[in-house]
């Protein structure tokens, strides 16, 4: 099958007909149109960003301005930055850069004032005070109310089973004995316990003798004389063989603490009073306390008293000596002119 046929073209444009290169022309120049429109929306768009720098920056100045004015001093540093025109020179300075060309950024706008706001005065400081730090020391005698009876129970046998065996025979005899003093099992307190090996030397070497274990309690008792023979009698009959060690202490340990803490500070001040007036000062505010938290023992010595015979009373005639407790305390103070 032919092609279809072309009408032949004269080489001249028809009125109403346009030429390619005529619509390709219109099309360059609506292209170019376009495009000088795109870029004046966006340089428009940068000019108002840049104006918006630009007041901020402004603003940025006036605060800086309106600070440095507030005295002479801080007018005077202010012109050593900005010169005479009263606007920051746009250069660099030899060490820091203060303020930059075109339009700062947030942190340039924020580090020139922080470097700005170092030329303020310094606040006037006021000298530290002489001080003085003296230590106190309190005793505190006090009148004993409480016994402590000890009890050691002690077991020996070459066979560790049967040593452990004979301990816990031992401790059931011991508390079997308590009701006969009034007592309760409650109130029989182990302290510590011990399972040890006990050997002999001879011909220069240790030989393996038994196993031996250690059981001490003990029995915290208001001092009652008549009270504690009654015991007394009970553990020796109890068959337990334990020995027996008596001491004595106060019930309210806390007051007494408190006590202690309160002479300590007052010889702390008493002598710090002395010290001061002496050097023609005297005592301003407490500049700091400073305390170790020590233990402060409130119990008096163990008086051991061996194994117990059998007996049906025991007579004691006991008058315990007082406790003595004491600690001691760093008070610092500040010194004053007399």
């Not at 022309?25 to 376009?34: F, K, Q």
């Not at 920056?57 to 801080?74: A, D, F, G, K, V």
Request: proline fraction near 5%; hydrophobic fraction near 35%; include cysteine.
């Amino acid at each position: 099958m032919s092609s279809p046929s072309l009408p032949q073209n004269s080489g001249q444009p028809k009125k109403g007909n346009r030429t390619a290169t005529q619509f390709a022309d219109e099309m360059t120049a609506l292209v170019i149109e376009g495009l000088n429109r795109a870029n004046a929306h966006f340089a428009a768009e940068k000019a108002g960003k840049a104006a918006e720098e630009a007041r901020k920056h402004l603003n940025s100045l006036q605060r800086i301005e309106e600070e440095m004015n507030s005295s002479p001093l801080q007018r005077w540093a202010w012109r050593q930055v900005v010169g005479s025109t009263g606007r920051p020179s746009l250069k660099e300075q030899p060490e820091r850069r203060l303020f930059t060309t075109g339009y700062p950024t947030e942190f340039e706008i924020t580090s020139s004032i922080e470097d700005v706001n170092l030329l303020r005065p310094a606040p006037t400081m006021k000298p530290n005070p002489p001080l003085i730090r003296v230590q106190g020391s309190g005793q505190v005698t006090s009148s004993p109310d409480t016994v402590i009876l000890g009890l050691e129970l002690i077991s020996e046998h070459r066979d560790y089973g049967k040593a452990t065996a004979d301990a816990g025979t031992k401790l059931e005899l011991l508390r079997a004995a308590l009701p006969k003093a009034d007592l309760t099992t409650e109130q029989l307190k182990t302290d510590s316990f011990n399972v040890g090996v006990e050997s002999d030397y001879e011909a220069g070497k240790y030989t393996f003798r038994a196993y031996c274990v250690k059981h001490n309690l003990s029995l915290r008792l208001p001092f009652d004389p008549a009270h504690l023979g009654r015991v007394l009698v009970a553990v020796a009959a109890s068959n337990a063989k334990a020995s027996l060690s008596l001491s004595f202490t106060v019930s309210d340990p806390e007051e007494v603490k408190r006590r202690v803490l309160e002479a300590a500070v007052r010889n702390a001040r008493s002598r710090a009073e002395v010290i001061a007036t002496a050097a023609g000062q005297k005592l301003g505010g407490i500049h700091a306390i400073e305390y170790g938290h020590a233990e402060i023992v409130m119990r008096s010595a163990s008086h051991s008293l061996g194994n117990l015979f059998e007996g049906k009373t025991m007579d004691l005639d006991l008058n315990p000596a007082d406790v003595d407790s004491e600690d001691t305390v760093l008070v610092v103070w500040e010194l004053e002119q007399a």
